[in-house]
């Protein structure tokens, strides 16, 4: 519904405006001169020279976990890509020939076009080999399909909460 304003209830300052416009200019000024001469104050930085360091426990792109030996720890359960509200997760199996462990990944692959972060997959894995704090979160590229992450990229992607680590596709 639309809220509509009588102007007969306006006083005459606020049917000109010019005081409005006044007040508003000066909080745009207070704050352009104030981050002007006070820049140790500001809370923004100048992305990309500058980058914030991520709190700890922000959820990021997702990384892959391995095992103590370093093999993959994802036994291919496809519990994650079931879960998955995005449906975009790949996974192809393959036998390891190891009776303590089924299956493992062949493949893997996120497709960080439609990934929304929301850690599902995460929580559903019984390995604890899928983690969503790589400490990544700059993935915006003119290739959308830069953004279809595999298994070395995922198994490499961590960097403490920093964003240095390339693409490894
Ligand atoms: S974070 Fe959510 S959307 Fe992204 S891969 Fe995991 S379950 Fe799918
Ligand atoms: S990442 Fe976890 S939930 Fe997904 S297939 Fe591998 S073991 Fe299963």
């Avoid at 915006?140 to 399909?145: E, I, K, T």
């Amino acid at each position: 519904m639309a809220y509509m304003i009588d102007k007969r209830d306006m006083s005459f300052w606020q049917r000109i405006y010019i005081p409005e416009i006044v007040r508003g200019l000066s909080v745009t000024g207070y704050h352009f001169l104030r981050n002007l001469f006070k820049m140790r104050d500001r809370i923004t930085v100048e992305y990309p020279e500058n980058k914030k360091l991520l709190p700890p426990g922000c959820r990021t792109e997702p990384r892959l976990m391995t095992r103590e030996d370093g093999s993959i720890r994802c036994t291919a359960c496809m519990l994650c890509v079931t879960v998955c509200p995005s449906d975009c997760i790949a996974i192809k199996a393959e036998e390891v020939g190891d009776p303590n462990i089924e299956k493992r990944a062949k493949s893997f692959q996120i497709d960080m076009s439609r990934c929304m972060l929301c850690g599902l997959c995460a929580e559903a894995c019984p390995c604890d080999a899928i983690r969503l704090d790589s400490g990544q979160y700059e993935n915006a590229v003119f290739d959308r399909s830069l953004l279809v992450y595999n298994k070395e990229y995922l198994l490499s992607n961590f960097s403490e909460g920093s964003s240095t680590l390339s693409r490894a596709l």
